[in-house]
């Protein structure tokens, strides 16, 4: 018989989890205003609120911590890396920040200034955050096919390239670059095919603009190009990273996704221009040029992150998993965005608790449904984190409201993944007896959602 799928690792070290009554859960969820980000994480049994710095190390990694060099200036660690990088990227120019954002406003310090437009796919918040505070303007050219949910195809995250070439027409004068998020996050971790990176090429190059890649998931990007692109299912995920690479200037990277650590990013580029403007950024923001905002011993094991994740087997077993989730939630009849993305799950909210008017949140409602249900910590990618309309001050329930169940890397096992269908088909089950959701108490101005307190509409 055909051998089942397991996990390309084993387990050498565990961290004790506890699940706790429904009536705890009750409590808790009540003194942190039912916002679950307020949860202390022991308060929580599985936790899905990000994939970011939630990952696993492997043994060579911690191994490579040892060999980190604490040097100020010039240190081993920094050249260990540049190497790993360069060799997965083509870029000879590294510059080490303390994580993805951090990458963000050194580089465009440099490159992003008042009244510029940057196109590209779905900017992350983030990014859109950095450009945005620099009084330029973050213009979204993702393929209209990324908003029906319910769809199917390969490669979700795409660029428009008739949306592109239309911006390109009215602004390119006020274009510094163009950005491509690879996978695309905001549209559920939708991957980026290389006709699409080619098809961007080619828009740049007309206009004589460079290309950047928001690289956070670069590996999984290149996973899914090799298992539904045509003409690359045997080509290795090193030689697909070097391809895609091969199509942009330059990247930003927050290494807390695809490079397998805690906490970590850095900018890479072949413009030694975009280098020497951006250097004196670092110098000021992170710190001295050969190691940003990162200990010697963290870039070692970013080393390491990068080179392991970028193994077939590694990417395999990651993605399976998340796969598999969806395979349950298909078996329950249970609606998220499809086809299932790289880092998680976004389940449709509105049409799981469909008693739940807009104005009560539903998406937030669920999140707290499955906390209470099985402690499991998801996150609402929705109408709060929307936050309000900067003019009216109205609500914004033009989006989709979605909870998010993103899976961290090397961290739970398929058993865990059970319980986690197990949880949310038991709300499903019951979602006819669910028909009111929160109201808001008390927000922040603005990124509410990490804040905000709520309470329940029906108390
Ligand atoms: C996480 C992320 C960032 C920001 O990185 P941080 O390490 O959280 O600062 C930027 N872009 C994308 C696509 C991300 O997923």
Known sequence: MKLPFAESWKIKMVEPIHISTRQEREQW????????????????????????????????????????????????????????????????????????????????????????????????????????????????????????????????????????????????????????????????????????????????????????????????????????????????????????????????????????????????????????????????????LTYGGMNGRDMDALAVGLDENTEFDNLYTRIHQVAYLAQKLDEYGIPYQRPAGGHAIFVDAPKVLTHVPQEEFPAQTLTM?????????????GYLLADRDPVTRENRFNGLDLLRLAIPRRVYTDNHINVIAAALKNVYDRRESITHGVRIVWEAPLMRHFTVKLERCNS
């Open 29 to 288: 969820l009540a003194e942190a205003h039912y916002n679950v980000f307020q949860l202390k994480a022991e308060q929580v049994y599985i936790d899905l609120i990000t994939d970011s710095g939630t990952g696993a190390m492997s043994d060579r990694q911690w191994a490579a911590l040892m060999t980190g060099d604490e040097s100020y200036a010039g240190a081993d660690s920094f050249f260990r890396l540049k190497d790993v990088i360069t060799r997965l990227t083509g870029f000879e120019y590294v510059i080490p920040t303390h994580q993805g954002r951090a990458a963000e406003n050194v580089l465009f310090s440099y490159l992003v200034h008042e009244g510029d437009i940057i196109p590209g796919n779905s900017h992350f918040d983030t990014t859109k955050g950095h450009i945005e505070g620099r009084k330029a303007i973050a213009l979204d050219c993702t393929i209209d096919e990324a908003r029906d949910t319910q769809l199917e195809i390969p490669f979700k995250g795409n660029v428009s390239p008739e949306k592109l070439e239309k911006a390109m027409q009215e602004y390119a004068d006020r274009v510094p670059f163009i950005i491509v998020t690879i996978t695309n996050n905001t549209a559920g971790g939708q991957p980026v095919s290389l006709q699409n990176l080619r098809e961007v090429r080619a828009i740049a190059d007309r206009y004589g603009k460079p290309v950047l890649f928001d690289s956070a998931r670069f590996a999984e990007n290149a996973y899914f190009i090799k298992t539904r692109e045509s003409g690359y299912a045997d080509r290795s995920i090193k030689e697909i990273t070097r391809e895609m690479f091969g199509l942009a200037d330059g990247m930003t990277m927050s290494a807390k996704k695809d490079g397998l650590v805690n906490m970590g990013g850095f900018i890479a580029t072949r413009r030694e221009d975009w280098y020497e403007g951006a250097k004196g950024y670092c110098v000021q923001f992170e710190g001295y």
């Open 369 to 381: 449904e499955l906390y209470l249900e099985a402690g499991i910590r998801g996150c609402e990618i």
